[in-house]
């Protein structure tokens, strides 16, 4: 239950109700020892909604419930935690979902969420940590394409001189915290299919050395743009794409552009000790500038740095 837990604190609890009026095929029975049930909830907005499966299957849910033109759906897998992309789709109307497989032990949940203008974060500053691979004698497959901004370029794992296989790693630094909750691939947008890539894994760190899990799911075989949605992860300031597969078994990445969803975790204000102090003092003394205390960053070590440092004394 612990991945069950995860997906619902993915969202604010206090906004979501149950509503079993999204599910217009049979809710099924919870009698027996191995009940087939259909459980629905949703967010009080009609942002986003829940129908879980116990023994996976079919439903048909009425998509009215998104308030948008548009909505997004996924499969979550609540056995270990991962997703599988569904598409886009118009809102209006019954839909029918099958999930990826049905009976014992195959329950799933049908995210269906708002496919609105969703904010990504800026990546103006972002910049390449680490790439294992990339195509830049053969074409402009640099992996720094992944970012920046253009749909036309593209990051191409390399495929002249060689044909490295999956796993593919493309790191990046974001250059500062943020608390994430989504994922967003672009595929190549140029007509091309080689590299498509099938199953990824992305992870996530604070210092660039130790990694966390924060998404494992498949994109669908699809020019349109691929989007995972996963529980929150507090202060990341690194992450790691990496892929484990493409379609017709290739053995390159490639990618358009990869987006983030999240809000910038603000930084602790600055605290000062005894240490901080003494070395004020010296440099008060001194006539030099670029000192360490200097923390206005006017040239000069004065009152006025002692003030600011007085305002952060622990």
């Given at each position: 239950?612990?991945?069950?837990?995860?997906?619902?604190?993915?969202?604010?609890?206090?906004?979501?109700?149950?509503?079993?009026?999204?599910?217009?095929?049979?809710?099924?029975?919870?009698?027996?020892?191995?009940?087939?049930?259909?459980?629905?909830?949703?967010?009080?907005?009609?942002?986003?909604?829940?129908?879980?499966?116990?023994?996976?299957?079919?439903?048909?849910?009425?998509?009215?419930?998104?308030?948008?033109?548009?909505?997004?759906a996924q499969w979550y897998n609540p056995r270990d935690g991962t997703y599988i992309t569904i598409g886009t789709y118009d809102v209006g109307g019954n839909r029918i979902f099958n999930a990826p497989?049905?009976?014992?032990?195959?329950?799933?949940?049908?995210?269906?969420?708002?496919?609105?203008?969703?904010?990504?974060?800026?990546?103006?500053?972002?910049?390449?940590?680490?790439?294992?691979?990339?195509?830049?004698?053969?074409?402009?497959?640099?992996?720094?394409?992944?970012?920046?901004?253009?749909?036309?370029?593209?990051?191409?794992?390399?495929?002249?001189?060689?044909?490295?296989?999956?796993?593919?790693?493309?790191?990046?630094?974001?250059?500062?915290?943020?608390?994430?909750?989504?994922?967003?691939?672009?595929?190549?947008?140029?007509?091309?299919?080689?590299?498509?890539?099938?199953?990824?894994?992305?992870?996530?760190?604070?210092?660039?050395?130790?990694?966390?899990?924060?998404?494992?799911?498949?994109?669908?075989?699809?020019?349109?743009?691929?989007?995972?949605?996963?529980?929150?992860?507090?202060?990341?300031?690194?992450?790691?794409?990496?892929?484990?597969?493409?379609?017709?078994?290739?053995?390159?990445?490639?990618?358009?552009?990869?987006?983030?969803?999240?809000?910038?975790?603000?930084?602790?204000?600055?605290?000062?000790?005894?240490?901080?102090?003494?070395?004020?003092?010296?440099?008060?003394?001194k006539s030099e500038t670029n000192l360490t205390s200097d923390l206005n960053n006017d040239n000069t070590v004065n009152a006025r740095d002692l003030g600011i440092m007085m305002s952060g004394w622990?």
């Open positions: 239950m612990q991945y069950v837990r995860k997906l619902m604190e993915s969202k604010t609890i206090t906004a979501r109700v149950p509503d079993q009026s999204i599910i217009t095929s049979s809710i099924g029975s919870d009698l027996g020892d191995s009940p087939d049930l259909r459980c629905a909830t949703r967010d009080i907005n009609n942002k986003w909604a829940f129908v879980y499966l116990t023994k996976g299957g079919s439903v048909s849910v009425d998509t009215s419930k998104i308030n948008s033109a548009k909505l997004r497989s049905s009976g014992e032990d195959c329950d799933w949940v049908l995210i269906m969420e708002e496919e609105g203008d969703t904010s990504f974060l800026s990546k103006s500053d972002w910049t390449l940590k680490s790439v294992d691979s990339e195509e830049i004698i053969g074409e402009d497959g640099a992996a720094t394409n992944a970012f920046d901004g253009d749909k036309d370029t593209i990051w191409h794992t390399e495929w002249q001189a060689a044909d490295p296989a999956h796993p593919h790693k493309i790191q990046i630094d974001l250059e500062a915290f943020y608390s994430l909750t989504g994922l967003a691939c672009l595929p190549r947008q140029d007509g091309g299919v080689n590299g498509r890539i099938k199953d990824y894994e992305l992870y996530v760190s604070a210092d660039g050395t130790n990694w966390t899990l924060a998404s494992k799911a498949s994109f669908a075989d699809s020019a349109s743009q691929q989007r995972a949605s996963f529980a929150e992860q507090a202060k990341v300031r690194y992450v790691e794409l990496r892929t484990i597969s493409a379609y017709n078994d290739d053995p390159w990445a490639t990618l358009a552009e990869i987006d983030l969803e999240g809000q910038l975790v603000a930084e602790a204000p600055q605290t000062y000790g005894i240490s901080d102090f003494i070395q004020l003092v010296s440099d008060w003394l622990e």
